[in-house]
């Protein structure tokens, strides 16, 4: 199972290659080996990526798990782990070495799963229905009502196309004697075809050859199909029904995937707070107002779904969500209560549900099941306590899973009375031997458990399935689970073919002309909350770097302190700005430069420091995370490097050299530029590019004013040298030049930085493009009268075109902090609190509807 090396020099190469290849993995005992036969030879479906790896020595597979790697980690693949420190966007983990399935194999597969999917659908229906299982006998009624999964709200709900399983995942393994075996129904919420998917897209991008000549089945064609049946669930009769995909947020493990599908398939990505019910009917909340709802695809678990009448504390569903789907005007996959069929236990009463329901066999068994809430079933399982794994028979949270023979005698006695009181909460199953497959780790091929997780969608005449699958990699060889949360990993699943790979494409071809548009959708009003953030957050982390650079640069030991007096003005506008705490009084400037840049450092590294560069970039990251449907890669790439520049100095403020504090301010300066760039030449001139720049001229707009009015307030406001500073801040000093061949003077800096509506750091710049984005809004195009936002845009766009920069040459030395250029600026910082404030009450609060049930924009909430 390792490479060995060769004492011969001459020999090593040779060795290193029969090692990438797989020649000296021999199986492990009691386990099937999925690469070797019995004889020891490469199985044929395997033999194509076998001679690949042949042309490979141990340090090309390396690179081939490398690549794969820094693919994963470019693209922002990840997942949460649980209760573990760090496990936030724990990156996505994936062997190079696919697992490969022949196409005869496959069809056995296949046949099976269609037929256990049909019966578990069959079950649902019944037990949401007439329940003649239960009535018949066939089916225990415990294991149906006393489930914490049944949910009694739901029965008699009417599902469409009697189809409540719509998309259904099995992990199966197989047997040492090389049987497959289901070992886990998913019903509810079969996660991880994305990662599917992601993973197809890693190794086809490593093996091309290889892929493209073992004639590997793609996965385009499944999920067209789900697309299709999806669309057909919708009640209403429209060409293009509004589906979207359900997340509990964020914090959920597989996000990544959520968004990442949500964007493959074109369905908006939203939480229950973007989602209404109104007269019974589900409601997306968007710009225009509210726009309905067809289909939802969940990731939310079926209690979560609506606190009305399923769990009351839930802050992940819709209230009213149920009465919405009784009421047959949405649809939803899977059909709540779906969990129901989930249950352990359940897999127990398969083989003769399936006699009574399909008059068939059960084609693929379930790894042997026992459920104790029977007398026969709980005696035997009391005499082979010590070789079976128990486990709750319902599906629960933090539900315990006891391994028989790791339990000393005492524990099998406490086991066993817990179980007496209330068997029918308890399953037992046989341990499972997992089959091993070749995985690359430390830099050697090593045999390592796999489990494969296959999906499902329905169709109009059954199901189909996802000719490939999600293999999962357990973290050791005596590892009894394989879990990505316990540290395992993922392969790429290879189904073959026995003849020409079709070319499918996720893209419906189609001769009806297509009816041309500009924009998509309309945007969400949390999205637009979210892009308008983050601008924000992208210009207050430019802004703040800037005007720390500028102000480090002015105290550092090479100028001696030299430009003490022009340091004041720089100070208080970060003090105004929240950056700093406090500013010295000028005569003590001097004395106290070391606790200056200790907190000018710390406006930089400390990330308990609200106003902080890391604390903006974590909130950019942090929107970043919830955009991820709605960003490019590049863009991501670029939030994702911005904590790069901080990880590599010190975190430690303290001891941090000055020059390393100015080389991470201009790396993030750069990264921001790229940022920006990326949003100005890439994003289309649609809703959320103008959400996105409003965000990042408000947030220019409070940082320009608030640096004029320190200057102004300064004793040496007519300082050339305090007058470069503030151009060098506003990234405005070639312009300067290149119009005045002369020092900085007063008026003529205040005319670019206030006036020019040519300067893209100006002030009216700011309001020109602030006012443009507003009058492209729908609710400001549909207004008779001017909205609250629009009535503070206007009238402060107004006192600033009106101001005459000349009046500052006029002005009495010592006076400027009283002129009314002074008062200007201080009522553009307090006004953009109050825009912001507008825009939020106007576009991301909840909206309305006509009483004739019609979609219909709210009234602007007025500003605080």
């Known amino acids: 199972m390792i490479f ?100 005869k194999e496959w069809e056995g597969i296949e046949k099976a799963l269609i037929q256990r ?38 029965h008699g709900i009417p599902v469409p196309g009697e189809k409540p399983l719509q998309v259904y995942g099995a992990d199966i393994a197989r047997s040492p004697d090389g049987q497959w075996w289901v070992i886990a129904d998913r019903t509810q919420i079969p996660t991880g075809a994305g990662y599917a998917l992601e993973n197809r897209l890693i190794t086809s991008r490593l093996l091309p050859e290889v892929f493209r000549d073992a004639r590997v089945r793609r996965l385009a064609g499944f999920f067209r199909q789900m697309q299709q049946s999806l669309a057909a669930l919708a009640p209403r009769r429209v060409e293009e029904p509004r589906v979207v995909l359900l997340t509990p947020g964020p914090y959920n493990e597989t996000y990544f995937e959520q968004a990442y599908l949500a964007r493959y398939l074109g369905y908006t990505l939203v939480e229950g707070e973007d989602l209404t019910v109104r007269d019974d009917r589900v409601y997306l909340k968007t710009l225009s107002g509210l726009e309905p709802v067809d289909v939802i695809l969940r990731r939310v678990d079926d209690d979560f779904c609506d606190p009305l009448e399923l769990r009351n504390d839930s802050m992940l569903g819709v209230p009213g969500l149920v009465r919405a789907v009784r009421a047959g005007n949405v649809a939803l996959a899977n059909a709540l209560g779906s969990g129901l069929a989930e249950a352990p236990a359940m897999m127990a009463f398969l083989p003769g549900l399936c006699r009574k329901l399909l008059n068939e066999d059960l084609l693929m068994p379930s790894v042997a099941t026992w459920w104790c809430g029977q007398e026969t079933p709980m005696r035997e399982v009391e005499q082979r306590i010590s070789s079976l794994v128990f486990k709750s028979a319902f599906r629960v949270r933090g539900r315990e899973v006891h391994f028989g023979g790791n339990l000393s005698a005492t524990e099998h006695a406490a086991l066993l009375e817990r179980m007496r009181f209330a068997p029918h909460r308890w399953a037992a199953q046989e341990k499972i031997t997992f089959s091993t497959a070749p995985t690359w780790e430390d830099g050697k091929l090593v045999h390592k458990p796999v489990s494969v997780r296959v999906y499902l969608v329905a169709t109009p005449d059954g199901y189909m399935v996802m000719p490939g699958a999600l293999t999962r990699v357990a973290s050791s060889l005596d590892s009894p689970l394989v879990s990505m949360q316990k540290g395992g990993s993922s ?51 430019e802004s703040t770097a800037r005007l720390l650079r ?34 010295p009084s000028a005569t003590l400037l001097a004395a106290q430069q070391e606790q200056i840049e200790a907190r000018l450092l710390q406006a930089i590294f400390d990330a308990d420091h609200p106003s902080s560069i890391r604390s903006n970039v974590a909130h950019i990251q942090r929107i970043g995370v919830l955009l991820r449907d709605r960003i490019s890669v590049d863009t991501w790439r670029v939030i994702s490097q911005l904590s790069d520049a901080l990880d590599a100095a010190d975190n430690s403020a303290s001891v941090t050299p000055m020059s390393d504090a100015l080389n991470v301010l201009t790396r993030i300066i750069l990264e921001l530029a790229s940022f920006h760039g990326l949003a100005k030449e890439n994003m289309t001139r649609a809703q959320g590019w103008m959400f996105l720049d409003m965000g990042h001229r408000i947030e220019r707009t409070v940082y320009i004013s608030e640096l004029l009015l320190a200057g102004l307030r300064s004793a040496d406001a007519e300082n050339p040298s305090l007058l470069e500073a503030i151009l060098e801040v506003g990234d405005s000093t070639i312009t300067y030049r290149n119009r005045y061949s002369l020092l900085p003077q007063l008026a003529a800096v205040y005319d670019l930085l206030m006036l020019d509506e040519l300067n893209p750091r100006g002030l009216r710049f700011q309001f020109q493009r602030i006012e443009g984005h507003f009058r492209h809004l729908p609710r400001e195009q549909n207004s008779a009268l001017l909205t609250p936002a629009m009535r503070v845009l206007i009238e402060n766009s107004t006192r600033l075109q009106l101001c005459d920069p000349t009046e500052l040459a006029r002005v009495e030395p010592g006076q400027w902090s009283a002129s009314q250029v002074a008062k200007l600026l201080q009522q553009l910082i307090d006004a953009m609190p109050a825009l912001s404030d507008a825009m939020s009450a106007g576009y991301f609060a909840h909206s309305t509807i006509s009483s004739s049930g019609d979609v219909a924009p709210a009234d602007p909430a007025p500003p605080r």
């Not at 033999?47 to 141990?58: G, I, M, S, T």
Request: aromatic share 6%.
């Open 117 to 154: 999917a049909t019966l578990l659908n069959a079950v649902l229906v019944d037990s949401y229905g007439p329940q003649q299982l239960i009535k018949r006998g066939d089916l225990p009624a415990a294991l149906v009502l006393a489930q914490p999964a049944y949910l009694r709200p739901c």
């Open 550 to 583: 500028s102000t480090l640069l002015r105290c550092s030991p090479e100028s001696g302190m030299s430009e003490t007096p022009l340091l004041l003005p720089l100070l208080e506008a970060l003090r105004s700005l929240g950056i700093i705490e406090q500013v």
């Open 491 to 541: 392969k790429d699943t290879w189904v073959l073919s026995d003849g020409p790979v079709e070319n499918v494409t996720l893209l419906s071809a189609t001769r009806t002309p297509v009816e041309l548009r500009r924009v998509g959708h309309n945007l969400g009003s949390r999205v637009a909350n979210h892009l308008f953030w983050l601008g924000r957050y992208a210009e207050r982390a």
């Open 4 to 103: 060995r090396t060769q004492n011969s020099a001459s020999t090593a190469p040779a060795a290193a290659r029969a090692a990438a290849s797989c020649a000296d993995l021999t199986g492990v005992k009691g386990h099937y080996d999925e690469l070797r036969d019995d004889s020891a030879k490469v199985r044929a479906h395997y033999e194509a990526l076998v001679a690949d790896l042949k042309k490979r020595d141990a340090a090309g597979v390396k690179r081939l798990s490398d690549t794969a790697r820094r693919l994963l980690a470019e693209r922002g693949v990840s997942f949460n782990v649980y209760n573990a420190k760090g496990g936030m966007d724990t990156p996505w983990m994936m062997d190079p070495v696919p697992f490969v399935i022949s196409a």
